[in-house]
């Protein structure tokens, strides 16, 4: 139960060590590439860049990334390797898949096995995987950098080359070829047809004859790797992780958990060598790290270690609802009592689980996958009982417990520039981050940043949950259906990915003849939602760590607050759980919450 | 600007070549001569070179001669994965899971201890009262009007009977576009629950099946007639039963019996839900190839045995067995069902 997540954290916390020692070496500039690469380092540097320049160039790569995807997934029809004769994704849905990959978020409002044929999946997928993983850790290198005071904050595509080809490529083959030991597909082929053992089992077709059961296959071992060391998340299959090509044994399943962990443990402790504050990054680390133990721990206690609650016994109870047409202003609703179906749960709630993994591998792979942002799944998120559900959509709301590669530890900066000046403001001091007085200006850009991804995630669920645009997509009924709302847009929000799949979102090719009625607005408001949530929280840090980076540093005195401290790490906590709780509480009790207490099962 | 877009499709360019081609390509080449039965999708081909499935993927097992995979909301379709995606407060899943079990329990204690429901269920359902109240089946339908509404969705004769008996009782549908203005042309699906009331007035202690009868022309022909035993009452019914009976012992059924996998294509169960059907599949071997039953139970008893294995040797999961694996052993062994 508790050894297979033990061991997942160990090994993460093992590799990140020299893993970050890696990294920093290659991102101070210390490697000295082989003749070869070095030419394609000098073909595309431009010299060394100011924060805007940086970020100029940031800006100019997404928008050419974002042409390159869009008409390579437009040439799908067109293409080679597409021997079933895949035609267009709907055009929004194309919109959308194109940000969610540029954005490194994945949300898939289609299923890859359906609707993407191996050229898109080599040719669309494959690049933007490794190039939008880049991005992130390039924005974090500039503003550590900045943080040193720095006024040239290196090259932004000489970091992208150099994060790409020596750190991302590598490690991706070596996963790959465990993962295709152990049974993941690598192949240009794309279906197998199988009569099955027992003939005509999967039904007869219109002459009577037996069915044959079409297997899709594919170019799967090269995408795993770095959908999951990018914590890019976007399945080759529909199923992502659960798909047993995708993921075929406890072993694939471990090192694809471990592997979307890797980097973002890494980074943090890169954050701290290459600011020589090792002590400072260690705090946060650990911080982070007990914020992901306990939603860990949440969502294996109260999931793989509770029945699903839909198949027990439940006492009658009765309920009253606000009504403004009873007498008394108040309407009594019983909820009858509820029999036992006779089964076995002693393995948790299975529906919605792969068996293969471990018992508590769904719920622990849950709660990781949105805390670094990875969205890839194992288990069926709409099926998780209702308070698990709370941990997930937890992690991508904080958005710091690890994060995405370089983005979840610019994150945390924010929520630490705020816990630094609510710290100063109780003592009475100005308040300091590495020397630095923190001004106006950088908490008005550490604010514009955090208060982003609350207001893109709150807005838009409210508006669809209020409008048929989420009333007619939710697939299950009450405080599940809002759930479902809830999750989609924070997942967009925070470049997750993941989706509870029941929610109607998916409009597939342009052929569909019964796509989901609500698709298009899903598509063009989470493709927006992808698109604000991604690059201004990445923007507003980079200038803030400029501002911050040229004022003078101020000479350590006793009152200076010290930041490499077990108190500093509570302040830190603090700071994340007030600000997150006072923000998403209330959609919490709505949503899981209301779930958990109301009757189950719930309408009929 | 401009340079900065060029130096930006430099980038993209070598990094296609290097991601899209370089890359996938290593990978290929060592995994087509390293692991080639891994790479190709772990295929399985019978003595005639003919793919039969995939080792990893469960395909549909419907004869009581072989085990069966877990139920899939894919229905096995291995082109388009998907999972129930049924939140645990939804009705629906427990409606699935009442009508897997209805036709297997069995009482776990007292006189019929051992023995089937199912029957006990028939004459519960004939005797049409539910919780003291009359008509099961309209009680059925007010209560799980999305239920109603599936099963004349479901089935193209569902509809059609639907739409024959709302011709010939236009006063009931008139009477129900009065309370429902909003649906002055209303569908089959929405007359669902007026029809099964009217039905439950109708045919008390009844349900209407499908059944398959030898017509004058000699030729099978099925009509929806109304029934009061058979897999319907045994299946629909189950969950209203175990209201009525909640204190009754029931044998537990395997957990992953009744849930859907995330993918629909889980190729494994546990190797309790195998040892649960152990009894049907030996019965039936022994049936088809005139066997002794216990002699059949032990012989596949140790196939399973042999065939189980668990996430990392136990450390980290239940022993489990492969679908696939254990029913190719059969066939090997016993050879075609009857």
């Known amino acids: 139960m508790w050894l297979l997540p033990a061991m997942l954290i160990l090994a993460a916390i093992a590799c990140s060590i020299p893993l970050s020692a890696y990294f920093t070496w290659l991102m101070e500039g210390r490697y000295r590439a082989p003749r070869v690469l070095k030419w394609f380092e000098d073909l595309v540097d431009t010299g060394p860049q100011d924060w805007k320049q940086y970020t100029i160039a940031l800006i100019v790569f997404n928008i050419a990334l974002f042409i390159f995807g869009f008409v390579v997934l437009s040439l799908q029809p067109y293409a080679p390797l597409n021997p079933r004769g895949l035609g267009w994704l709907e055009p929004t849905t194309i919109f959308n898949t194109v940000i969610s990959f540029l954005t490194n978020t994945n949300l898939q409002h289609y299923a890859g096995e359906t609707a993407l044929s191996n050229f898109s999946q080599i040719f669309f997928i494959l690049p933007n995987m490794f190039l939008s993983a880049s991005v992130g850790f390039c924005a974090l290198a500039a503003i550590i950098r900045l943080f040193r005071g720095a006024e040239k904050c290196g090259n932004f595509f000489v970091d992208m080359w150099r994060v790409c080809m020596y750190i991302y490529v590598p490690v991706a083959l070596l996963f790959g070829i465990i993962f295709m030991q152990q049974g993941m597909p690598m192949t240009y082929a794309s279906t197998e047809v199988a009569t099955t053992l027992e003939q005509g089992s999967m039904g007869l077709d219109d002459k009577g004859q037996a069915k044959p059961q079409t297997i899709v296959v594919g170019p799967v071992a090269a995408v795993i790797p770095i959908k999951m060391l990018g914590t890019n998340g976007g399945g080759f299959y529909g199923m992502n992780s659960a798909h047993p090509l995708e993921n075929p044994t406890a072993t694939t399943n471990f090192f694809t958990t471990l592997a979307m962990m890797l980097f973002p443990f890494a980074l943090v402790l890169m954050y701290g060598r290459m600011l020589g504050r090792i002590r400072h990054s260690v705090v946060i680390y650990g911080v982070m790290l007990a914020m992901m133990i306990g939603l860990i721990a949440w969502v294996i206690r109260t999931d793989t270690m509770e029945p699903n609650p839909g198949l027990t016994a439940h006492a009658a109870t009765a309920w009253q609802v606000p009504s403004a047409s009873a007498p008394s202003g108040k309407l009594d609703v019983p909820s009858p009592a509820v029999a036992a179906l006779p089964v076995n749960q002693h393995l948790g709630n299975l529906e919605g689980k792969e068996l293969r993994f471990g018992t508590s591998a769904g719920a622990a792979f849950a709660a990781i996958t949105t805390d670094v942002t990875c969205g890839a799944i194992n288990a069926e998120m709409d099926s998780l009982n209702p308070l698990s559900g709370l941990s997930p959509m937890i992690g991508m709301w904080l958005n710091c417990v690890f994060g995405g590669k370089g983005v979840g530890m610019i994150n945390l900066l924010l929520f630490l520039i705020v816990g630094v000046f609510l710290a100063g403001q109780m003592v009475g001091r100005t308040p300091e981050y590495l020397g630095r007085k923190v001004g106006a200006r950088e908490m008005k850009l550490a604010m514009i940043a955090l208060l982003v991804h609350p207001i893109l995630i709150l807005g838009p669920a409210g508006l669809f949950a209020a409008t048929g645009w989420g009333t007619t997509a939710e697939a299950n009924p009450g405080a599940h259906g809002f759930s479902e709302i809830v999750y989609q847009f924070s997942s967009s929000s925070a470049n997750n990915g993941s989706a509870m799949d029941g929610l109607g979102v998916t409009y597939g090719l342009n052929a569909n003849a019964s796509p989901s009625p609500e698709a298009v607005p899903w598509d063009i408001a989470t493709g927006l939602v992808m698109l604000f949530a991604r690059y201004l929280p990445i923007i507003a840090p980079i200038a803030m760590a400029f501002s911050l980076g040229r004022k003078k540093v101020a000479p350590v005195t006793l009152g200076t607050m010290s930041d490499d401290t077990v108190t500093f790490g509570f302040l830190l906590f603090g700071t994340i759980a007030i600000v997150g709780a006072l923000l998403f509480l209330p959609v919490a009790a709505l949503g899981p919450i209301a779930e958990h207490l109301g009757p189950i099962p719930f309408g009929g | 600007m401009l340079r900065y877009f060029a130096k930006s499709f430099a980038l993209i360019a070598v990094a296609v070549v290097v991601t899209c081609g370089i890359y996938p390509a290593i990978l290929w080449a060592i995994g087509q001569t390293v692991f080639p039965f891994q790479a190709n999708g772990s295929i399985v081909r019978n003595a005639d070179g003919a793919v039969i499935g995939s080792m990893l993927v469960a395909q549909p097992f419907t004869k009581d001669e072989y085990f069966q995979p877990r139920p899939s ?266």
């Open chain 2, 73 to 338: 909301a894919a229905s096995y379709d291995a082109t388009a994965s998907t999972s129930s995606g049924y939140a645990p407060s939804n009705y629906a899943l427990r409606d699935r899971v009442a009508r897997v079990i209805g036709p297997i329990a069995t009482y776990a204690s007292g006189d019929k201890k051992g023995q089937a429901v199912a029957p006990d269920v028939e004459t519960w359902f004939q005797a049409d009262k539910f919780g003291g109240n009359p008509h099961i089946v309209a009680q059925w339908a007010d209560a799980h009007n999305s239920i109603a509404q599936a099963w004349v969705t479901g089935d193209p004769t569902h509809g059609a009977f639907v739409d024959d008996w709302s011709k010939a009782h236009d006063a009931v549908v008139q009477d129900w576009i009065k309370k429902n203005p909003a649906t002055p042309q209303p569908k089959g699906s929405d007359l669902a629950v007026v029809f099964f009331e009217n039905f439950s007035n109708d045919h008390p202690g009844a349900f209407p099946s499908s059944v398959t009868k030898t017509g004058a022309d000699g030729k099978p022909a099925t009509s929806i007639e109304p029934v009061n035993t058979g897999s319907d009452i045994q299946s629909i019914f189950f969950d209203m039963w175990r209201s009525d009976h909640p204190d009754v012992a029931l044998n537990d059924v395997p957990a992953d019996l009744v849930t859907a996998s995330a993918s629909g294509l889980d190729p494994d169960i546990t190797l309790e839900n195998a040892e649960f059907q152990l009894d049907r599949v030996a019965a039936k071997w022994a049936d088809d190839k005139k066997l002794k039953v216990d002699d059949v139970r032990k012989e596949i008893e140790a196939i399973l045995q042999d065939k189980a294995h668990a996430p990392w040797g136990g450390l980290i999961g239940e022993k489990l067995v492969n679908v696939l694996d254990v029913n190719l052993e059969l066939h090997k062994r016993y050879g075609d069902p009857a």
